[in-house]
């Protein structure tokens, strides 16, 4: 690590120039990412909103109170553990799903099989549409009254589900095949040029020595596109932990608090409530979350290994 410090300050010293004229747009970005930060920490410090909205111009500094309020109170402390948790299953449920499917797609892609293109353009669909759009079409599809899944269900004498108000089984069943036809085509783009990266000579010569498909995949594919899979799949749980519109568009967090994460509740507490600063709490424990969730990876997953050097 010591190596990798004195490199990079070498490169510093060596194209300081080059670094000057950055400095601007250095001093932006860091400005644009650290203020909204600070400011939000300092918030979750006051009672901002705490009154209504004629309390917005009368803040008073009461510093960690509102974190003992999450964290101790009988009302606060059962519905943060609700929102650490549902937000957990939200991004591994997710993750647990797009991987795998990712790298099922992208596997069957790779094949020489004829009118490849015409499958490659079927998966790039969904991102095609707007997502707002793609969700309100879930929606209606999954209408307990007149939905298509449901009427389908019907049609194979099924009872109707309701998807976006019945048992907590229902609901994030149906929030995760939503975000996992949002999700798919990323995941299997991306594995598929990983997979389009490794040496054909590898597989023709696994084919003489008699490996089958199940073993060249486990010997040679997986270990060419690990590294791929494990940046994917830590940066798409980051991603979908603070993922926003397809719960909140599609079940608000209901039914009660069945569905809700940080994000939704962050939103809803801060623009219907007008409870800002707890609003602020929850965001700045949500950010630490994601950072420490962040540097544990990038530590053990060795995502960043060589950047200094």
Not at 20 to 45: G, H, K
Not at 103 to 113: K, Y
Not at 203 to 227: C, H, K, N
Not at 279 to 308: D, E
């Amino acid at each position: 690590m010591e190596d990798a410090h004195a490199g990079l300050l070498f490169s510093i010293r060596r194209n300081w120039r080059a670094y000057v004229y950055l400095l601007p747009m250095i001093v932006v970005l860091l400005f644009l990412n650290l203020y909204p930060i600070a400011y939000t920490f300092y918030i979750s410090l006051t009672d901002f909103g705490s009154g209504g909205p004629n309390s917005f111009f009368n803040v008073k500094f009461i510093g960690l109170s509102n974190y003992f309020h999450i964290f101790y109170s009988s009302y606060y402390l059962p519905q943060t553990i609700a929102l650490l948790q549902n937000s957990v299953v939200w991004a591994t449920g997710s993750i647990a799903i797009f991987i795998p499917l990712g790298l099922l797609l992208a596997s069957l892609l790779n094949q020489p099989i004829r009118g490849k293109w015409i499958y490659r353009t079927v998966i790039l669909i969904p991102w095609a549409m707007p997502a707002f759009i793609s969700l309100l079409t879930w929606e209606n599809m999954l209408n307990y009254e007149y939905g298509i899944v449901n009427s389908f269900l019907n049609l194979l004498h099924l009872p109707s589900v309701n998807w976006l108000g019945g048992s907590p089984l229902d609901v994030w069943s149906a929030l995760f095949l939503t975000n996992t036809w949002l999700s798919f085509p990323f995941y299997t783009i991306v594995f598929l040029a990983a997979m389009q990266a490794i040496p054909s000579e590898l597989y023709e010569s696994a084919q003489i020595d008699g490996a089958g498909t199940w073993r060249m995949f486990s010997r040679i594919t997986v270990p060419y596109i690990l590294p791929t899979v494990l940046f994917v799949g830590i940066t798409g749980w980051l991603f979908t932990f603070n993922n926003f519109y397809p719960i909140y568009l599609l079940t608000s967090g209901g039914p009660g608090f069945t569905s809700e994460i940080f994000v939704v509740e962050i939103y809803q507490t801060a623009f219907q409530d007008y409870s800002f600063a707890i609003a602020a709490t929850y965001s700045v424990i949500n950010f630490l979350i994601l950072l420490v969730v962040a540097v544990i990876a990038i530590k053990y997953a060795r995502l960043t290994q060589g950047w200094l050097k």
